[in-house]
T-cell receptor
Framework: DGGITQSPKYLFRKEGQNVTLSCEQN?????MYWYRQDPGQGLRLIYY???????QKGDIAEGYSVSREKKESFPLTVTSAQKNPTAFYLC??????????FGPGTRLLVL | GIQVEQSPPDLILQEGANSTLRCNFS?????LQWFHQNPWGQLINLFY???GTKQNGRLSATTVATERYSLLYISSSQTTDSGVYFC????????????FGTGTQLKVEL
């Protein structure tokens, strides 16, 4: 089946720890995105990539980093510099700038 | 940046009722999408509709870009329609970035 997968479903982070969220797609989409959702809020864009080996900051990039070494993969690292990382993280992909398709999300909690 | 406002913020319907959700945006856009987020967090794309009208079963959407608003119509609502409906827009010339509204929380009761 074609689609977007995210792992893990739940992730726990200790103080001072970097953690990496996985996002993989087999839709052959060029563009991929990472969003953060806080309870009762809409989605906010963290980073996006329109092509392999290139990515741009979104509205809330501080404390996060990404890479895009393969078309299918767009991992997100939540660094220790992100002071309030508890949130629901959603990855999406699209063909050019058209319909975005979302993965099931990762819930990150701080211990 | 672009501002996206959705109304109403909350809506409770009896099963079988119809409803209209509204999305206003502050700037020219060439990308407008409607999404449904189910209670488990999964977002499903309903429409990619930068202009015009589209229909998909009991759902339809209309975007009037010149007047900077979009409407999502739900007819004969069912309990499975419950969840949060988001509108998201992208600026003309802004690449592939989307700005999301804060959503309309819909609950459909028997």
């Amino acid at each position: 089946d074609g689609g977007i997968t995210q792992s893990p479903k739940y992730l726990f982070r200790k103080e001072g720890q970097n953690v990496t969220l996985s996002c993989e797609q087999n839709l052959n989409h060029d563009a991929m995105y990472w969003y953060r959702q806080d309870p009762g809020q809409g989605l906010r864009l963290i980073y996006y990539s329109q092509i392999v080996n290139d990515f741009q900051k979104g509205d809330i990039a501080e404390g996060y980093s990404v890479s895009r070494e393969k078309k299918e993969s767009f991992p997100l690292t939540v660094t220790s510099a992100q002071k309030n990382p508890t949130a629901f993280y959603l990855c999406a992909s699209s063909h050019r700038g058209e319909t975005q398709y979302f993965g099931p999300g990762t819930r990150l909690l701080v211990l | 940046g672009i501002q996206v406002e959705q109304s109403p913020p909350d809506l409770i319907l009896q099963e079988g009722a119809n409803s209209t959700l509204r999305c206003n945006f502050s700037d020219s856009v060439n990308n407008l999408q409607w999404f449904h987020q189910n209670p488990w967090g999964q977002l499903i794309n309903l429409f990619y509709i930068p202009s015009g009208t589209k229909q998909n079963g009991r759902l339809s959407a209309t975007t009037v870009a010149t007047e900077r608003y979009s409407l999502l119509y739900i007819s004969s609502s069912q309990t499975t329609d419950s969840g949060v409906y988001f509108c998201a827009t992208g600026l003309t010339g802004g690449g592939n970035k989307l700005t999301f509204g804060t959503g309309t929380q819909l609950k459909v009761e028997l």
